[in-house]
């Protein structure tokens, strides 16, 4: 029996290390992507620290300084929670782009699969013809064969 060789075979090896590739980039958004929402976690959970702090000072004994500078702490905290969130959307198209390209790879792969199974499926059904042909080759000599000896047999 022959050997299946397929003849697109180095693009579907190059289709499959872009898929690889595709992946990774896809792994390194996401995680970008969840450790700005950490950051952001961070934030929201400092800024609810001052928020508390300011409480306490407000039970106790007045401070002016100490609630102003809290105030501006709490303040500083908005920007940087917004900011955060900035970062968070611009990480977030990141994963976006990065699912569609592994998407668009992913289908250009399978592609290529569904190509292969085609040409494999193929070169079975050429396999069993020529392997039909050559039995009935076979059968065809061996009926001949058979014909001139009874001839001969025949004949004696």
Same mark, same amino acid.
């Given at each position: 029996?022959?050997?299946? @060789?397929?003849?697109?075979?180095?693009? +579907?090896?190059?289709?499959?290390?872009?898929?690889?590739?595709?992946?990774?980039?896809?792994?390194?958004?996401?995680?970008? +992507?969840?450790?700005?929402?950490? @950051?952001?976690?961070?934030?929201?959970?400092? *800024?609810?620290?001052?928020?508390?702090?300011? @409480?306490?000072?407000?039970?106790?004994?007045?401070?002016?300084?100490?609630?102003?500078?809290?105030?501006?702490?709490?303040?500083?905290?908005?920007?940087?929670?917004?900011?955060?969130?900035?970062?968070?959307? *611009?990480?977030?198209?990141?994963?976006?782009?990065? @699912? *569609?390209?592994?998407?668009?790879?992913?289908?250009?792969? &399978?592609?290529?699969?569904? +190509? &292969?199974?085609?040409?494999?499926?193929?070169?079975?059904?050429?396999?069993? &013809?020529?392997?039909? &042909?050559?039995?009935?080759?076979?059968?065809?000599?061996?009926?001949?064969?058979?014909? *001139?000896?009874?001839?001969?047999?025949?004949?004696?």
């Amino acid at each position: 029996m022959a050997r299946f @060789r397929y003849r697109m075979q180095s693009i +579907l090896d190059i289709k499959l290390k872009m898929e690889t590739q595709a992946k990774q980039e896809f792994a390194a958004a996401q995680i970008r +992507l969840n450790e700005e929402q950490e @950051r952001l976690a961070a934030l929201r959970e400092r *800024k609810a620290g001052y928020e508390r702090r300011a @409480r306490e000072q407000l039970m106790g004994a007045l401070n002016c300084r100490d609630m102003a500078e809290n105030k501006e702490a709490i303040l500083r905290m908005d920007e940087y929670i917004a900011l955060q969130h900035i970062q968070i959307r *611009k990480a977030e198209e990141m994963v976006e782009q990065a @699912r *569609k390209k592994l998407a668009a790879v992913m289908i250009e792969r &399978k592609s290529h699969e569904t +190509l &292969k199974e085609k040409a494999f499926e193929q070169f079975l059904m050429d396999e069993k &013809k020529q392997e039909s &042909k050559e039995v009935d080759e076979l059968t065809s000599y061996t009926y001949g064969q058979r014909q *001139k000896e009874k001839a001969v047999v025949e004949a004696v």
